[in-house]
């Protein structure tokens, strides 16, 4: 499976992007879709995931009512939509696919990342 994720930018507090990340390679739709973040100098971090069928997504505490992950299963692909922004949204973005959990080691296969600035 190959990832790559798209969407980033540089932005002004408050504003909203919106993230995606393609997928090729096997079967898409019978895994776990997530995004992470890490910003310099800090660990990568779980942001959301969002199951195959797109029935259950989950979402870290500091995104939680601000970001919105979904997926297309026929276009292969899973979005991140982030309104609201936070300079301390800012890091580098990437998509996973995986099991479910927030934890790094479920995912498997990692896009290259897209960087998200954030200013204040």
């Known amino acids: 499976v190959q990832l790559q994720a798209s969407g980033g930018g540089l932005v002004q507090a408050g504003d909203s992007l919106r993230l995606s990340c393609v997928a090729s390679?096997?079967?898409?739709?019978?895994?776990?879709m997530g995004w992470f973040r890490q910003a310099p100098g800090k660990e990568r971090e779980f942001v959301a995931g969002?199951?195959?069928?797109?029935?259950?997504?989950y979402y870290s505490d500091s995104v939680k009512g601000r970001f919105t992950i979904s997926r297309d299963n026929a276009k292969n692909t899973v979005y991140l939509q982030m309104n609201s922004l936070k300079s301390e949204d800012t890091a580098v973005y990437y998509c996973?696919?995986?099991?479910?959990?927030?934890?790094?080691?479920?995912?498997?296969?990692w896009g290259q990342g897209t960087q998200v600035t954030v200013s204040s």
């Open positions: 390679g096997r079967t898409f739709g019978n895994y776990v």
């Open positions: 996973a696919k995986g099991r479910f959990g927030a934890r790094t080691g479920l995912y498997d296969y």
């Open positions: 969002i199951t195959w069928s797109g029935g259950s997504t």
